[in-house]
Nanobody, 115 residues
């Protein structure tokens, strides 16, 4: 029983901020990496940010300096703080948990940046 659920998406003005959350119920699933991905209209799904069990982070060039990935102490909640949002950040955002070659996905949450 492995479940991921995103929340926190919505409509925001350019330059605004949103904080996405991903609640994980992973059970027996040794997770080495958790990540945020997004899929914009007409585009392929892309990696936005990743976080290893050891705390190392990686960011797409397009969000570097604007987005921050983090987790809480329990390990059950993953966050994506998004600042200085741009129109091109509009997408469905998904969280994922990785254990070796096995990946679990959340259902996605819509982020719309618009005036």
């Amino acid at each position: 029983q492995v479940q991921l659920a995103e929340s926190g998406g919505g409509l925001v003005q350019p330059g605004g901020s949103l904080r996405l959350s991903c609640t994980a119920s992973l059970g027996f699933f040794p997770t080495t990496v958790m990540a945020w991905h997004r899929q914009a209209p007409g585009k392929e799904r892309e990696l936005v940010a990743s976080l290893t069990a050891g705390g190392s982070t990686n960011y797409a060039d397009s969000v570097q300096g604007r987005f921050t990935i983090s987790r809480d102490r329990s390990g059950k909640n993953l966050f994506l703080q998004m600042n200085s949002l741009r129109l091109e950040d509009t997408a469905v955002y998904y969280c994922s948990a990785h254990s070796g070659a096995v990946v679990r996905w959340g259902q996605g949450t819509q982020v719309t940046v618009s005036s």
